[in-house]
């Protein structure tokens, strides 16, 4: 059994209080950890890759349990993805949250997993999410505890990948989070949580608490999210492809964002896409463009699961039956196919 290392532990009842706690708490040396389900945290302080000498619970703070699903939807850190994947509004509403939602590891995860720690996922790497004794064997490497990157020895930052499937769409779907600390507060798109760096792939300050997150109205917007894992019953995503788009009563396309997950170290948006599809039909013709146009954008690199080129080859497909999923066709088979990696 793995021990996890000593810790102080504290329980604020309030957002102020825990505000005031974190800013106090990250000062000090060993800094401070915010835990909400744990389910990324825990098993992290056990394998020493994160240490934090004090951990702030947020479960009693009852400020971080926003919903709001009038108009623009809001949804409090701390909203379990169990009770997103249970949401029959937000099925309708975001249906392509739902879906990364209800992608996330297990069931039991999801019990606890929330919405706030999905997005302040760590990233990962097969050289990082390791034991200590693993990590030891090898000298560490530069995200903790050493000098080198041992995916590109040459690389001067970490490359480690962003792994979390809500953040590709949340990005796409347009949201913002909300951010407090003991000083004030802001409030910043999800595009621009993220930095494409493995060891500082948030922008959150370490004395910030993200509140909540917001997306806007969704009237005439349709989503889909798509991943690429091993086990289709449990497993991180190793490409995951999020897509929403604005269509008009004529079903052309007025709006449309595209956003690719596990290919980088922060989810990454096909930026040409919209252009590309502006005043069309989700045609398969436009279809294929879109697929082409995400196609070089992604280049995963070989510290995760699964063979690097065949990584990136999946790419066109995944793009592809997002979309389709998007504009309403039956994609079971394709499901299928993904899931049973049979491409
Ligand atoms: C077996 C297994 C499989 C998994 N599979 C997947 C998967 O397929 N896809 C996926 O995306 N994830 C997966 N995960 C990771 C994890 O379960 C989820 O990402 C989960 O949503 C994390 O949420 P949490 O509340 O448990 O976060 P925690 O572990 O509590 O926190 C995670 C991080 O977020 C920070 N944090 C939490 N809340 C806040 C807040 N309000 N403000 C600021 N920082 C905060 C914490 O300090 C920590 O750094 C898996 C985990 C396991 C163990
Ligand atoms: S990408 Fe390099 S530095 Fe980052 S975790 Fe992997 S081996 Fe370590």
């Known amino acids: 059994m793995i021990r996890l290392p000593r810790f102080k532990y504290v329980a604020p009842a309030s957002l102020k209080d825990a505000a005031a706690q974190l800013a106090d708490a990250s000062s000090k040396p060993g800094g401070a950890m915010l835990v909400a389900g744990g389910t990324d945290l825990i098993p992290n302080m056990k394998r020493r890759q994160q240490v934090p000498a004090t951990v702030i619970g947020l479960r009693g703070v009852a400020e971080l349990r926003a919903r709001q699903v009038n108009g623009a939807i809001t949804l409090g850190s701390m909203t379990t993805l169990t009770a997103i994947v249970k949401d029959a509004e937000l099925r309708t509403k975001v249906a392509g949250l739902v879906q990364a939602a209800a992608q996330v590891a297990t069931p039991h995860l999801r019990n606890m997993a ?157 930026s040409a896409a919209a252009a590309i599809a502006k005043g069309r039909k989700l045609s398969d013709e436009l279809i294929a463009e879109l697929a082409e146009a995400a196609y070089p954008l992604g280049k995963p690199m070989d510290n995760t699961d699964y063979e690097l080129a065949w990584r990136k080859k999946m790419i066109r497909p995944l793009v592809t039956y997002a979309l389709k999923d998007a504009r309403g066709d039956d994609t079971t088979e394709q499901r299928l196919k993904i899931a049973r990696q049979l491409i």
């Open 114 to 270: 929330t919405i706030g720690g999905n997005l302040c996922l760590d990233t990962r790497c097969t050289y990082y999410d390791q034991s200590y004794e693993w990590r030891q064997a090898i000298n560490f490497c530069m995200k903790k505890d050493g000098d080198t990157c041992w995916v590109a020895t040459s690389s001067p930052k970490c490359l480690a990948v962003s792994s979390t499937d809500t953040a590709p769409m949340l990005q796409a779907l347009g949201a913002r989070v909300r951010l407090v600390s003991a000083a004030g507060e802001r409030e910043i798109a999800v595009a621009d949580l993220f930095n494409n760096d493995g060891m500082h792939h948030l922008t959150r300050r370490p004395d910030e608490i993200l509140v909540d997150v917001t997306i806007p109205n969704q009237t005439g917007w349709v989503s889909a999210y798509w991943k690429l894992r091993r086990r289709g019953s449990f497993d991180f995503p190793v490409a995951g492809v999020a897509v929403a788009a604005k269509l008009n009563a004529a079903k052309e396309v007025e709006d449309l964002r595209l956003v690719l997950g596990a290919v980088a170290s922060r989810p990454l948006e096909i």
